[in-house]
DNA sequence: ATAGTAAGTTCTAATTTAGAACTGGGCAAG
DNA sequence: CTTGCCCAGTTCTAAATTAGAACTTACTAT
């Protein structure tokens, strides 16, 4: 099976995957959410070749989830900014970042800590539940079949 | 840059995405997730080549994020579950799938729906903060350098 | 005139993947 | 008692992707 393939599987995650489940295409995203907008700050943090760089972000931006936006012409130059589909990827690299931190932890700590704003504290991200706001842990959740599930190849 | 020399990068997104940033891989434990245990349930339901089934698998136990568990002897046949380390993926999937169902929707809606058997309802997943459980949004969020940020490669 | 910057593109060699066939231990049916 | 089936892989070749380095184009600054 071929990357794009995977777009067509009635399943959220391979659909989601089929667009972001790429090493490098992940940690360009993290670095947009940490504010980088251009080719060449992406090729220096990253250690990617520029010919899979240029791939990603092409990619990004066709799944709209980049744009491509002019800041000077002569020779035109284009920074890439974070669209709201993209940026509705956060609580995606929150709870990576969550889980890293808790089992790939570094000698001396986590390399970054968020602070969430409206309480102000050092805070670390929560699975909770849209109808009564509880923590939602594992144990509490059952999948059932959706409407969407027709001709599934998958469970 | 080769594959596992990610895991060295002092970022805890680069270092998760060292063990499960591949495409086959997230749907591995997204299957396991669903109750899938065994090589050939894998395979059935994947479109992954055995060679590369098997090397994930491999990779999982080796990152400690399934276990072998023998299930017969003669000859001896092992499944693979979850340890705890990869049950602490459920917020990252369930995020990867609501991300999915809103931005990747399929014709008829959700194939899966998950259910809150704390409250009774069919929830989405919303990021909370751990100190003061409201939803945390991502202008909610600053980003402070943490004690793990040595020399860093990376912002 | 020379150097530098930004965002790529091009090239070759190495690595990874797809897809299909094969292995090997043991089972069950005819 | 032999033919076929199940499971969990391994092996094979051809195709696709990636790494790493060099090159290009259109400017600006010294």
Not at 51 to 74: F, M, S
Not at 76 to 86: A, F, Q, S, V
Request: proline fraction near 5%; hydrophobic fraction near 40%.
């Amino acid at each position: 099976m071929k990357w794009q393939e995977t777009s067509e599987i009635p399943c959220s995650v391979a659909r989601t995957l089929s667009v972001i489940g790429d090493r490098w295409t992940l940690l360009v995203i993290r670095n947009a959410f940490l504010g980088m907008q251009r080719y060449e700050q992406f090729h220096a943090n990253l250690g990617v070749t520029r010919h899979v760089l240029a791939d990603r972000l092409g990619r990004l931006v066709e799944a709209d989830i980049l744009e491509k936006v002019l800041y000077q012409q002569r020779p035109p130059r284009y920074e890439y900014r974070l669209t709201e589909k993209g940026r509705d990827l956060h609580p995606i690299l929150m709870m990576l970042t969550a889980w890293g931190d808790k089992w790939m932890a570094q000698e001396h700590g986590a390399p970054l800590l968020f602070k969430h704003t409206a309480c102000g504290h050092v805070f670390t991200p929560k699975l909770a539940c849209s109808e009564c706001a509880e923590e939602v842990l594992v144990s509490d959740v059952s999948p059932m079949i959706g409407p969407g599930m027709g001709k599934q190849k998958h469970a």
